[in-house]
């Protein structure tokens, strides 16, 4: 099975331009240096209407969904949920009008409390009517199949908290990690895209800095890692070109192909 990956936010919580900052990537003119929050769209690479799911679903999801034309969505898996992870799935309604059918929602089990605490008018409405979404919690306890495609799960940690990524094939997508236990990473050898975080040079308590995801990319073995989630620390073109062969900063609306079992 051949599908395609779009990175439809390369940026950390705050998105770049950072609010009221003059730096030079906050008033660069590359677009390169525009990121959005995160947010990552597979679709089938076949039909008029291809089956789509999201990994994350960020504050600018409606504005990523009109960019990239997501006409259909069938489910959504979360790495985590903090606010730059979870904060435009009132959004996803509109999918369950349409599609008039309820959307699964895969996450590790401390994920979905989290979330069903953030949304409990989601979960538990105050009165009929308003249009809520309509949402599966489903916990990930191992790997599981969704949409015909068998998905690992990556332990990991984000300072404390206990996150995931995933795999699908020969695609590795990892987020906001800053621990990723021996375990994790010999499930992640031998991929062919490796999805990285990189928030900033200077070492951070919560996520991987410049040094350490080179690194564990170096470790990996990938034939092409993308960094993501980047604060406006890091400009594109001066951090790119520092890179090892094989190695690039990512940037909102990269795609590629992957192929999964």
């Known amino acids: 099975m051949t599908m395609k990956a779009t990175l439809m936010g390369t940026g950390t919580s705050t998105g770049v331009p950072s609010i009221g900052c003059d730096c030079p990537t906050c008033t660069s003119d590359d677009p390169r240096d525009k990121r959005l929050r995160a947010g990552l769209l597979i679709r089938d690479t ?3 209407n291809p089956r789509a799911f999201l990994v994350d679903c960020g504050p600018d999801f409606r504005q990523q969904a009109l960019h990239y034309k997501i006409q259909r969505l069938d489910g959504l898996l979360l790495t985590h949920s903090h606010f730059d992870h979870i904060a435009g799935i009132d959004d996803l309604r509109i999918y369950n009008f349409r599609q008039k059918q309820m959307l699964p929602v895969y996450a590790l089990e401390n994920t979905l409390q989290d979330l069903s605490r953030r949304y409990d008018y989601i979960f538990h409405p105050p009165q009929k009517g308003g249009g809520v979404a309509s949402l599966d919690l489903i916990p990930i306890v191992g790997p599981f199949t969704f949409l015909g495609m068998r998905i690992i799960p990556l332990p ?5 908290l206990d996150i995931v990524g995933f795999r699908f094939g020969d695609f590795v997508y990892m987020t906001d990690a800053s621990y990723l236990p021996p375990e994790t990473m010999d499930l992640m050898r031998g991929c062919k895209t490796l999805v990285l975080n990189m928030l900033r040079r200077k070492p951070h308590s919560t996520h991987f800095c410049f040094d350490e995801a080179v690194e564990i990319a170096r470790e990996i073995g990938a034939k092409q890692t993308w960094f993501i989630h980047m604060a406006h ?3 594109h073109a001066e951090t790119d070109a520092e890179l090892p062969e094989g190695m690039n900063l990512a ?7 992957f192929e999964c079992e």
């Open 46 to 48: 076949e039909g008029e």
């Open 156 to 160: 990991a940690k984000h300072g404390i």
């Open 233 to 235: 620390q890091l400009k």
């Open 251 to 257: 940037w909102d609306g990269v795609e590629f192909e």
